[in-house]
């Protein structure tokens, strides 16, 4: 069993390249919940979206999100009707949100929700939202405190960062299967998503921390870094803003009570070299994802590392 962990496009893009060399039902992924917001009074979840369209094959490839070949005639008409219309919804996209919060409003959980949207979209892959309860990732700006969608998609992520916070994270509990997806893999991975807003609301969520820090399993993350920068998104700004340097060595920092490898860009190699890790291997990689093939090659760097050596120690007793 693998369980990988993600958040939004980048992470989408590595579960694609998994789920083209990892049997369907071997396969477990862990969503980021700390993006769903309100939408036309819908239940709109980005990355549980993201995740499942990815998995049915109906990602739109240009956007990386929605549906592909998607129109948008049900924005047109709420942009007529003088509503808000800054988050882009597709009409067959707007499905997916209207089932999801009619099972909400019949008194399923968002897991249950998502396990009904997955299965009648054919996808065979067990996905999992962190929790149940909802988690709130807010970014503090000189302008106010938004939500990520609002300080993301609304406001092009321009406004300094000056804080990250998860709201009602304390009071969450893990969805069911969460912990245990964790500490009876064969291997957990962290994709190369954003390691404040995709990974860190997730690791928010008590119990998911020490369930990485106490699992058999090697743990091993792709860099969403290479360099000094993000390879796209705001993840510089969000890492700065918690103290992370916007580097590997930040990313090492962001997981360093529980990871085993970080899987590097082999441009990173010689910088690797000095950066303090205690247990933490880095082994360097080509991890840009640009092909499919990139995305297979990538996941499969990630699952055939060699066993970390902390992990062989335990092994042997
Ligand atoms: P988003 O922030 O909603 O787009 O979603 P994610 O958190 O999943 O992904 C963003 C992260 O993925 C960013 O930090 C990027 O630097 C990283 N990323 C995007 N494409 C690639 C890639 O091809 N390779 C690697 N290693 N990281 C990537």
Known sequence: ???????????????????????????????NTGDDHDWWGLYVS?????????????????????????????????????????????????????????????????????RTVSERLGVKQRILPMSDQRVETRVGTPNGELSFEEYFVKRWYQDPVESVRFAGASE????TGVI??????????????????????????????EAL?????????????????????????LMRAQGLEVSIAGVVKAYEDFLHVLVAHESDAEFAKSVSIGKIEI????????????RKRVAATALSLPRPKIIQEQAAG
């Open 1 to 31: 069993m693998i369980t990988v962990l993600t958040g939004g496009t980048g992470g989408a893009k590595f579960v694609d390249g998994l789920r083209g060399i990892v049997p369907a039902e071997e396969l477990t992924i862990i969503v």
């Open 46 to 114: 980005p990355d549980i979206d993201s995740i499942t369209y990815v998995l049915s094959g109906l990602l739109s490839p240009e956007r990386g999100w929605g549906v592909r070949g998607d129109t948008f005639h049900c924005l047109q008409q709420m942009k007529e009707l003088g509503e808000e219309t800054w988050f882009s919804v597709g009409d067959r996209d707007l499905a997916t949100h209207l089932l999801r919060s009619k099972l909400l409003a019949q008194g399923r959980t968002l897991s249950e929700a998502t």
């Open 172 to 175: 969450s509990e893990p969805a």
């Open 180 to 209: 245990e997806a964790i500490t009876t893999a064969t291997a957990v991975l962290i994709a190369p998503s954003n390691p404040v807003t995709s990974i860190g609301p997730i690791l928010a969520v008590p119990g998911v921390r």
């Open 213 to 237: 820090a106490n699992t058999s399993a090697p743990v091993v993350a792709v860099s969403p870094i290479i360099g000094t920068a993000a390879v796209s998104g705001p993840a510089a700004n």
């Open 283 to 294: 082994q360097c990689a080509d991890i840009l994802m640009r092909t499919i093939d990139d």
